[in-house]
């Protein structure tokens, strides 16, 4: 075989030359001799595509070029690397590369959670390559670990922290007692937060993460629109005050569960919503704009994935090592890991998912009161796992810690409680995850 060198050039489209592009650019320039070393070829930019290229005096200008949707389909192209974002125009573009063969890496993953079924057919019926490592939890090795790693075991969940900007907000509210408005503010003042953070403090970056997790570790198509989802702006500094009362704290996270029921039906679970977990908990220590996702599977027990999960250089590291794999797979010519979605299980809904409950009320200090907030408990077969009440002066603080339930009776529950005549504030109601210590 040719020294790598020797070989006839990967040529590389790159989509896009914002945050995480101009570093991949520039580490596909620095870096060149090692990556053709590993990659068995030399991999080389055939061309960037940008939105002005008027605005990039940085970049060779016989390297630019405004019109992605020409770049693409280039018979001087091999692998297309898009980190433009967003799902149009860009999914036309990546299935057209596909369709002509090219590879694609991207860190999509808007359009992976809601088209990745349309990519990987195109991808397979050419049989060319989609890797995508850098679409969930940044520089995490994550997405090959559970497509080849654990291709030979059963994952049972799936969960995480995958969102910085929200991961940053909660542990400075649980850190300063201030409120959720307040600490956006400043976050967006320092640069934690965008411009327009809608897709991170709603959950939706996260919930298109938690369908690109569910899909890969139970073998299933999960779209975005299967996730239940739910942001972190009416998580409120009573709700993180009574979580360190209970020497808990409040994580938006990601959990995709493989569920069987009592028939031994098996579905799939995904979800995103603020969650309450004890302190000692190892998903509870992590802080600022850090990510970290455990991942539960039969033969394998725990493992815990940890790092930077956002950032220009932290998400090029990801976006290279897949250039490497498809590169490598080029000079084989063979291929990398298809679609896997053969086990087709059915996706639960919310109000079916077994969670628990941590409700906390203010309610009038007298006989009896306690008895009926147990009762509406009961009413809808939740089982109490714990109940803690202090005295503040007419009034009581209640808090009552459920087992598992299905979510719409532990929903139905409170919104009973929140009714009776007794209960003066329904001061905080969080999802738990973890055992008390
Ligand atoms: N920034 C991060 O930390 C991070 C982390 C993980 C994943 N991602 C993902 O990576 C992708 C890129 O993110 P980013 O932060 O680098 O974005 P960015 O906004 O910094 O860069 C986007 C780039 O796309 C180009 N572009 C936009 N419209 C175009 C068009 N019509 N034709 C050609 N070029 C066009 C822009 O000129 C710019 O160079 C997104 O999918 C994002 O979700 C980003
Ligand atoms: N906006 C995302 C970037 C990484 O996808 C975050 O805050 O984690
Ligand atoms: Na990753």
């Known amino acids: 075989m040719a020294a790598p060198e020797e070989r006839p050039a990967i040529r590389v489209a790159l989509l896009g030359c914002g945050t995480v592009g101009s570093e991949v650019a520039r580490l596909l320039t620095e870096q060149a001799a090692e990556l053709a070393a590993r990659a068995g070829a030399p991999v080389e930019l055939a061309g960037i595509a940008v939105r ?5 005096p940085e970049l060779p200008p016989e390297l630019l070029t405004a019109d992605a949707e020409k770049l693409v389909t280039s018979d001087d192209v091999d692998v297309v690397v898009e980190l433009v974002g967003g799902i149009e125009p860009v999914r036309g573009w990546l299935l057209a590369a596909l369709k002509a063969g090219k590879s694609v890496v991207t860190a999509n993953k808007a359009l992976l959670a809601e088209h990745s079924a349309d990519l990987f057919e195109a991808a397979d019926a050419a049989g060319a390559d989609l890797y995508f490592e850098a679409a969930v939890a940044g520089a995490i090795p994550l997405l090959r670990p559970l497509r080849e790693s654990l291709a030979g075991d059963r994952i049972t969940r799936v969960m995480g922290i995958v969102n910085g900007t929200t991961n940053y907000i909660l542990s400075a509210m649980d850190s300063t007692g201030a409120g959720y408005a307040e600490t956006l503010d400043e976050a967006s003042r320092l640069g934690y937060a965008e411009a327009d953070p809608t897709a991170d403090v709603d959950g939706y970056d996260a919930a298109s993460k938690a369908a690109i997790l569910a899909s890969l570790a139970f073998h299933t198509r999960v779209t975005a629109s299967d996730v239940h989802r739910e942001g972190i702006a009416d998580v409120t500094a009573a709700d993180l005050a009574a979580a360190r009362g209970l020497g808990r704290t409040v994580k938006l996270l990601a959990i995709c569960e493989r ?16 969650v309450m ?9 992590v802080g600022g704009a850090f990510n970290a996702v455990y991942v539960e599977a039969d033969a394998a027990g725990e493992l815990m994935f940890y790092g930077q999960g956002a950032g220009g250089a932290p998400t090029a590291s990801a976006v290279l090592g897949d250039l490497v794999a498809v590169a490598r797979n080029r000079v084989v010519a063979g291929r990398g890991p298809r679609e896997s979605a053969h086990a087709a299980l059915p996706v639960r809904p919310m109000g079916q998912t077994p969670t628990r409950y941590h409700v906390s009320l203010s309610v009038a200090d007298r006989a009896g009161v306690l008895a009926q907030v147990a009762q509406a408990f009961a009413d809808h077969g939740v089982s109490i796992a714990a109940v803690r009440q202090s005295d503040v002066g007419d009034r009581a603080s209640l808090v009552v810690v459920t087992h598992q339930a299905p979510d719409a009776a532990l929903q139905s529950t409170v919104d009973e409680i929140a009714r009776l005549d007794v209960v003066h504030e329904v001061v905080s109601v969080m999802r738990v995850e973890g055992e008390d210590q």
Not at 52 to 56: G, N
Not at 259 to 271: F, I, M, P
Not at 277 to 285: T, V, W
């Open 277 to 285: 977990i004890p302190r000692s908990h190892q998903l509870a220590g």
């Open 259 to 274: 569920v069987t029921d009592d028939d031994g039906v098996e579905s799939v679970s995904a979800r995103v919503h603020p």
């Open 52 to 56: 002005r290229p008027d605005k990039h």
